[in-house]
């Protein structure tokens, strides 16, 4: 059965080292959550999760970090995993149409801390959540994406994952009866991409808090299905339909997908990425004017316009999910970042006089390679009647053109700054590079606070 290969793999990575190519791609994952995450601390739905669990902070040795609290393991991951997805910074692993450090870090920070982990013992953690999850996400789609959020389901299995190398190291086990009881937990319906409802970052913290859960029960005794991957009745058949299992363990412990992730270069729905890297290429290309752009038209892959097809949004989370927004936004501003979702942003005339010039055309080519591709080509015809094309065949960001360190240090800063003010977050970046010399308990994410700036 598939979940015994990967609990045999969880299980062995206690015992095995990180190579350092795996050991830096793991703390660059671990430093763009943090990213995501701080500024998620300001908004909702974290916000309302700190006063719905009000009663419950203070108890236990797991960080709400930027909050200055702590709480029980299971609810600081249900907190801190949906804030690191609220902002829409958050990473992605292409193939499972899947951001998978909301939920598998999420988790795993909250019982690193809780069983006073080394730091090492937590990027263990990471790269195996990271590994299972991927896998599991990538083998049931693209059909699983039409009604599923990958985040709210995939999601269960990397945090159980993290959570059993943290609870009980070297116990195959427990490691299968952690997955196995996750996945009948696993849910995140697409409907909650459609509204303004703040149900979509929900689907990332559930899903931590379900690992979290999972894991502890499984160290204690609680036992799963083994075969809830591949049953007749099990997760691919009941959310996907057709999986592919095929070759889903092959590799295993060779080669490591969180080394393959996509790192946020925009603050919106990653569908809407390479449609803005190949609008900001033609703008430094050939220098146009906003004013004298008579049409932008996209051609994507469907999933993109589904997902973040709408054509007048009201809300931030609305605009963070239009195409024609973002577009505009970046046509006029150079890029999408948090600024682009303030109200007065959103309300600017120029933003909204150049929406409607903004054709989406699903490209049947295009569609056929998602997800493995997220590509878009881009038209722009000026007033002149010149037309300008690009395709931009990957987004900035992805394995094929990474952030550099230097980038990613960059992010972080310009997110975590306003929050935790500038010596406080530059202090944790270094803490976070050295994280491998370290325990958890030495990064202090109990008492980090946002700034009163």
């Not at 997760?235 to 060779?254: H, I, K, R, Y």
């Not at 987004?395 to 310009?414: F, M, T």
Request: proline share 5%; aromatic share 8%.
């Amino acid at each position: 059965m598939i979940l015994d290969t990967f609990a045999q793999y969880v299980a062995g990575r206690a015992g095995a080292e990180l190579a350092p190519a795996v050991l830096c791609a793991a703390k660059r994952a671990l430093i763009d959550w943090f990213a995501a995450l701080l500024p998620g601390t300001q908004t909702a739905p974290a916000l309302q999760l700190r006063r719905a669990h009000a009663e419950e902070l203070g108890s236990g040795r797991s960080s709400l970090p930027g909050a200055a609290a702590n709480a029980f393991p299971a609810t600081a991951a249900w907190i801190n995993g949906s804030t690191s997805h609220a902002v829409e910074f958050d990473d992605i692993f292409r193939d499972a149409v899947y951001h998978p450090g909301c939920p598998t870090i999420a988790a795993a920070l909250a019982l690193a801390e809780d069983r006073g982990a080394s730091g090492v013992d937590l990027l263990k953690a990471i790269v195996a959540g990271y590994e299972v999850s991927t896998r599991i996400g990538a083998a049931v789609q693209p059909a699983h994406y039409r009604f599923f959020h990958t985040t709210g389901t995939a999601g269960c299995f990397g945090a159980a994952a993290a959570g059993a190398l943290l609870t009980s190291p070297g116990a195959r086990d427990v490691a299968l009866n952690a997955m196995a009881t996750s996945a009948t937990f696993a849910s995140g319906l697409q409907q909650a991409f459609r509204s303004d409802a703040m149900t979509k970052a929900l689907h990332a913290g559930h899903a931590a808090a379900v690992g979290v859960r999972a894991a502890q029960g499984a160290a204690a005794g609680v036992t799963g299905v083994a075969d809830i991957l591949e049953g007749d009745a099990g997760f691919g058949a009941a959310l996907c339909a057709s999986p592919n299992w095929e070759g889903v363990t092959d590799g295993l412990g060779e080669r490591f997908n969180i080394e393959q992730i996509t790192q946020k270069n925009h603050g919106c729905c990653g569908h809407t990425f390479a449609a803005i890297d190949a609008l900001l290429e033609l703008q430094r290309e050939h220098g146009f004017a906003v004013p004298a752009i008579r049409a932008i038209t996209v051609r994507t892959y469907a999933a993109a316009l589904d997902v973040a097809g709408i054509r007048d949004p009201q809300t931030a989370f609305e605009a963070r999910f239009s195409l024609p927004y973002v577009m505009s936004h970046a046509a006029h501003y150079g890029s999408v970042r948090l600024s682009a979702f303030e109200p007065a942003r959103m309300a600017e005339a120029p933003l909204r006089a150049l929406m409607p010039k903004v054709e989406m055309i699903a490209d049947a080519q295009l569609t056929a390679a998602f997800p493995k591709q997220r590509a878009a080509r881009v038209a722009v015809t000026l007033d002149d009647a010149r037309t300008f094309e690009a395709f931009a065949p990957y987004r900035r960001g992805d394995p094929e053109a990474p952030l550099s360190d230097a980038e990613l240090d960059a992010k972080y800063v310009e997110l975590a700054e306003p929050v935790l003010g500038a010596q406080v977050a530059r202090a944790l970046l270094d803490k976070l590079w050295r994280i491998e010399e370290l325990r958890v308990a030495d990064l202090g994410l109990a008492k980090l606070a946002a700034s009163a700036r």
